[in-house]
């Protein structure tokens, strides 16, 4: 039987790969070039043999991990080597006294980083945390409340135009006035994290009767419009050239060289990220993130219980938006440099696939997935250029094999043990 | 007048290749309620195709004709091809699972083509050689009329008459009308559902390669994004004209062309692609169900 199956693969397989030699024949084996209007075609057969081979061992893989998932069906992913270690890991975090050792050495590398591996790390690493800090506010939005936002770029961009726009105008008049200009970073956080907020709750507006993938295609909709309204209104904005110059956050006055700006900045985004990962922390056990989950789970239900979906669906938006925003600006403080090819639709959906390939829903995920998709393309830079096709094929088997992402959440479970007995005692716990 | 008639039938002209698009993502979404992301991808491959099955062909000395005529054919195939692959391998293992899997699934493909054709081919535009025949009775009106723009509006018509009789009259048209009401019923009732949506994402593909051709001849370049902006337009058009809805898809890709022809002529041509999302976030605010589209309840 088990014989038989694998036979029957193997000949599958066998067809798969002529099927793909023949999809993929024009795309990859032939190569156009255009000389003077007409069209001139290279042959590269020594590429077909590769693509037969790899689409049999990948439907091979394929199948064998489809049918690996239908004999799981829908039965939680308790087994396995992985949710074995990392089950195990979490009875160890259990423990005080290796939890406390864990946090210190995770302490200890973050604040060490900057010093240890020089400013082109730290930078890079500054850029990570900003998508970390981005994940995070869209995972409010995706994990929690199931709302699919194609157009979180937009938010981003309002945070980071928010910092431009008042270094353009206000900057003079600060330098003027002989006040540091980069106190205008400590101004611009708040008000660009409101700013954003209010620019949610008012593309909430609109969707509110919205629910799936409309929603999700009237946020790219949204987006979109922002990103050309920045682009085409270059009186104000800069247009397509941008806003330079940004000044480097306030640090008592003094004017740090790259290398210690970096470090600054670095801990400025590693402060933030803290500050986002408690908040998010504290919304998801509260009476408004479990009303968001209540609301992904079934709309219907949810208003019958009598949650305010309307209400519910702002606040998302915003408290979504709001990380957005923040991160914005501390993209202008490090870049230093912002136009609108930042915020196009491949970032917006840069930061839902960290959100999807980490774990939809799940705080470490987001962190993780962040971490994973900027950093991976900078420490493999022969990878690069593959980067979206790599990530694209990711999102994928994610979703089909493992939907709870790879750093899935630890869904709390209440469960009810021994009924009250009759003479009125208290249920044991 | 005579500024706004050119720019009227330009708009035609536009409106129909978003009708070509339309139709595949309005049949997909009436069959699986899915909006299939990677069909504007589709129909840049079916582009880049043609002009390589095209570029292939005419650098042998075949006649112009049979060029045209072999290079949309070869278009048709391999996108057709493409979209039964991307519906096997991405969507019908998630058709049981949450709709924004399928959703997620199908960004995901949209990325992996643009890729694929940006990595295989090139990242540049190219300038795409029509072969569509200079039509000697439109001479006296080309100002307003050329022979692109009065092919595409032809094969829009009458693709447009033959899906929709095909849909009305034939016994597969009656199986897709009942696999898109409902498809346990429909399996039932021995429909071969799984066929059904095959011969539905084969349909709505070679659609988008006709239409990728056309517009590529048109337009006169090519370049591996051209399907994305193209899609999502062609999406608004379908979701403006009621999505599910075949007439919709035609008529909201007409309001669709003339807007932005006209909306580009009279207002800004800064914002030539701002007017779809604009169109888009209005009809979802005041008419979400579509101008032609059915009342949808939200059942329990």
């Known amino acids: 039987m088990e014989r038989n199956k694998l036979f029957r693969d193997l000949r599958t397989s066998l067809i ?39 689409a049999f061992a990948l439907s091979f893989a394929w199948r064998r991990a489809l049918e690996w998932n239908e004999a799981r069906g829908d039965k939680p992913s308790g087994a ?18 290796i939890r406390l050792s864990v946090t210190l050495v995770l ?25 970390v800090i981005l994940a995070l506010g869209l995972n409010i939005v ?33 330098v003027a006035a002989g006040v540091d200009p980069g106190w205008l970073f400590w101004i611009a956080l708040p008000t660009a994290g409101v700013l954003a907020a209010v620019f949610g709750a008012l593309l909430s507006l609109p969707v509110l009767r919205l629910r799936g993938d409309y929603l999700a295609i009237i946020t790219l909709a949204f987006g ?69 989950e209540a609301m992904r789970e079934d709309e219907i239900a949810c208003e019958a219980m009598g949650v305010d979906l309307v209400r519910n669906k702002l606040v998302t938006f915003s408290l979504g938006a709001f990380w957005a925003g923040i991160a914005g600006v501390l993209l202008a403080a490090q870049t230093t440099y912002i136009n609108p090819d930042s915020f196009t639709l491949w970032e917006s959906i840069t930061v839902l696939m960290a959100v999807v390939i980490g774990g939809t829903g799940s705080i470490p995920g987001a962190i993780g997935g962040a971490l994973l998709l900027k950093l991976l393309p900078e420490y493999f830079r022969p990878l690069a250029q593959y980067r979206m096709l790599i990530y694209g094929i990711a999102m994928i088997l994610v979703i089909i094999f493992k939907p709870d992402g790879l750093f899935p959440r630890n869904r709390k479970k209440y469960t009810f043990e021994g009924a009250p007995s009759v003479d009125g005692q208290e249920a044991r716990r | 007048m005579d500024f706004f008639l050119k720019l009227f039938l330009s708009g035609t002209a ?99 083509l643009q890729n694929v054709v940006l990595l295989a081919q090139t990242e540049k535009y190219l300038s795409f050689p029509s072969y569509l025949p200079e039509l000697e009775f439109l001479r006296p009106v080309r100002e307003y009329l050329n022979s692109t723009q009065f092919i595409i509006l032809v094969t829009t018509a009458a693709i447009m008459v033959i899906l929709t009789l095909t849909i009305k009259f034939t016994r597969m048209g009656k199986a897709m009308r009942a696999t898109a009401q409902d498809k346990h019923m429909a399996q039932l009732v021995g429909v071969d559902i799984n066929g059904v949506i095959s011969l539905t994402f084969i349909i709505g593909s070679a659609l988008a390669a006709v239409g990728g051709v056309l517009i590529c001849s048109y337009m006169g370049q090519i370049n591996y ?48 692609d701002a007017y779809a999302f604009v169109i888009l976030i209005l009809i979802l605010i005041l008419k979400p169900d579509g101008i032609l589209g059915k009342n949808q309840k939200q059942k329990v």
């Open chain 1, 16 to 54: 798969i790969a002529a099927w793909f030699s023949f999809l993929l024949f024009p795309l990859l084996v032939m190569k156009v070039s255009v000389t003077g209007g007409a069209a001139l075609v290279r042959f590269r057969w020594e590429r077909l043999p590769g693509i037969a081979v790899a």
């Open chain 1, 224 to 292: 979109e419009i922002v990103r050309m309204v920045l682009q085409n209104s270059g009186a104000v904005t800069g247009g397509a050239t941008g806003i330079s110059l940004i000044p480097r956050p306030w640090f008592f006055g003094l004017r740090l060289p790259p290398r210690q700006a970096a470090t600054y900045i670095y801990y400025i985004a590693v402060a933030l990220v803290a500050l986002t990962v408690f908040v998010v922390r504290r919304i998801e056990d509260s009476r408004v993130g479990r009303a968001l």
């Open chain 2, 225 to 272: 994004y051209i399907g994305f902006v193209a899609g999502i337009k062609a999406f608004v058009a379908a979701v403006l004209g009621g999505i599910g809805s075949i007439p919709g898809a035609v008529l909201g890709s007409f309001i669709l062309g003339w807007t932005e022809s006209l909306g580009t002529g009279y207002l800004s041509s800064d914002y030539e």
């Open chain 2, 14 to 112: 536009k409106g129909s290749i978003y009708a070509l698009i339309a139709l595949g993502y309005t049949m997909v979404y009436g069959i699986v309620q899915l909006i299939n992301f990677a069909h504007g991808e589709v129909y840049m491959i079916g582009g880049f195709t043609a002009l390589i099955i095209g570029g292939l062909l005419f650098s042998s000395g075949m006649a112009v004709p049979l060029v045209l005529l072999l290079s949309i054919l070869a278009a048709v195939v391999f996108s057709a091809a493409f979209g039964f692959t991307i519906e096997k391998l991405a969507y019908k293992p998630l058709r049981n699972k949450p709709r924004l899997s399928a959703l997620i699934s199908a960004i995901g493909i949209s990325m992996i």
């Open chain 1, 107 to 131: 302490l200890a590398v973050v604040a060490v980083y900057p010093f240890a591996l020089g400013m082109y790390h730290t930078n890079i690493m500054i850029t990570a945390l900003i998508y």
């Open chain 1, 142 to 174: 995706v994990g929690l409340g199931g709302l699919l936002n194609l157009g979180y770029a937009a938010f981003f961009a309002v945070g980071a135009y928010t910092y431009g726009l008042l270094w353009k105008y206000a900057g003079p008049a600060f």
């Open chain 1, 80 to 97: 396995g080597p992985i949710a074995a270690l990392t089950a195990r890991a979490r009875s160890a975090l259990a423990v005080k006294p």
